[in-house]
Nanobody, 121 residues
């Protein structure tokens, strides 16, 4: 259906910023829902931010006002701009793509391999 690959993770100090990218194998115009999820050690995977092809977005309460999800349709890439990062944001971040909306509002079965974000001084 669709393949996605994340990039942009790394080590950042508290209060810092990172931008994650998710490259998709098909045009983002043809993907109904894309989202960022994260999983910290010992925790379940949780939704961070989601973007619909019609322009709608939603965010987890814990990241509202700090994270911004956006689509770069020209480059088939989904971004997650993360500002004011805190240690509790440390996790593996995964991109998810639901091409036809079959799974919505749940994530689809199409995940990237993930990228690790570590927030620490």
């Amino acid at each position: 259906q669709v393949q996605v690959v994340e990039s942009g993770g790394g080590l950042v100090q508290p209060g810092g910023s990172l931008r994650l990218s998710c490259a998709a194998s098909v045009s983002l115009f043809n993907i109904y829902a894309m989202g960022w999820y994260r999983q910290a050690p010992g925790n379940q995977r949780e939704m961070v931010a989601r973007s619909l092809s019609g322009g709608g977005t939603n965010y987890a309460d814990s990241v509202k006002g700090r994270f911004t999800i956006s689509r770069d349709n020209a480059r088939n890439t989904l971004h997650l701009q993360m500002n004011s990062l805190q240690p509790e944001d440390t996790a593996d971040y995964y991109c998810n793509a639901d091409r036809f909306g079959d799974a919505w509002p749940e994530p689809s079965d199409y995940w990237g391999p993930g990228t690790r974000v570590t927030v620490s001084s």
